[in-house]
């Protein structure tokens, strides 16, 4: 099927999938931040206006992205996002390349049981299984019970509200998204590169440094984003395990939406968000296209 309809047709399904579920919800959310607030519902005016000879009038109103641009508060939460994604995804990563590694080295029996493993936490509801982090990360909660039975402190620890327990959080739900894309780079390498790397008189230690880590980077960058995306709008765990201080650009986008009702500000915001996003990904993903081998 190199051409012809049949072509046309496969390529027409991820593209109309796409279209439906990307670019014409995004189309609304961006006409949205160029609307003005209103009273009502929905609590905006839309960006045009019908004349009564039929003609659509565009008039975006710009004020709410200048209003991103002029006030610190949405910098620093969106900031404070990247920063927390950054070292969440840096942290499922050191937990999960150990992880995969073992699972890509075990016999090959034991594979699928180890991989059923770590993704068997999915069959738990995402709300339950952060809703648990605080019956562990309480002031009388079970690692308190354990560290207090075993005499290594003296006062229950103030874990829960914490950057602490909200790292943890994220890093416990999002691991399996780092381990599985790397589970697939490293189960494909040749064993008999490292066979020939120690027979050339290579440590062990240099042999992953030089053999293994180069081959597996693949699977590092599709985990990192797997991980750092979501992570950068996580709602839930920053506010179910995170201290007032973790102001983060989804808890920003869920008080302008439901609390302030301000929908043209949100829309705005989430905008120019998934553009921060999506700009340096796709940059990055012409680069490698433009650097591969042809």
């Known amino acids: 099927m190199s051409g012809g309809p049949g072509r046309a047709l496969v390529l027409a399904l991820p593209a109309a999938w796409m279209l439906l579920f990307f670019a014409a919800p995004f189309a609304i959310v961006l006409s949205i931040g160029f609307a003005e607030p209103a009273e009502g519902i929905p609590p905006f005016t839309p960006p045009w206006r019908v004349g009564e000879d039929g003609a659509i009038a565009l008039r975006p109103n710009l004020a709410n992205f200048a209003l991103l641009l002029e006030d610190p508060f949405y910098a620093e939460a969106a900031l404070r996002s990247l920063r927390v994604a950054a070292i969440s995804a840096t942290l499922c990563l050191l937990i999960g390349y150990p992880m995969a590694l073992a699972i890509a080295r075990a016999p090959e029996g034991w594979r699928n049981t180890l991989l059923m493993l770590v993704v068997l936490p999915f069959w738990t509801s995402f709300l339950l299984r952060v809703t648990a982090w605080i019956g562990l990360l309480q002031d009388q909660g079970w690692i308190n019970g354990a560290l207090l039975g075993v005499g290594l402190i003296e006062a229950p620890l103030t874990l829960l509200y914490t950057d ?28 008999a590169l490292l066979d020939a790397a120690s027979d050339l008189g290579a440590r062990p230690w240099r042999a992953f440094l030089h053999v293994t880590l180069p081959l597996s980077l693949p699977g590092v960058v599709a985990g990192f984003l797997l991980v750092f995306i979501p992570a950068v709008g996580e709602f839930v765990i920053p506010e179910l395990l995170g201290g007032p201080g973790a102001q983060l650009i989804g808890r920003v986008l869920w008080t302008e939406f439901f609390q302030n009702r301000d929908w043209p500000l949100a829309s705005a915001l989430a905008v120019v968000l998934l553009l921060v996003l999506v700009v340096p990904i796709a940059a990055f993903q012409s680069r490698a296209a433009r650097d591969a081998p042809r």
């Open 164 to 191: 602490l327990a909200m790292y943890l959080g994220i890093t416990y739900c999002y691991l399996p998204f780092m381990v599985l894309p790397l589970y697939a780079a490293l189960s494909k390498l040749d064993p």
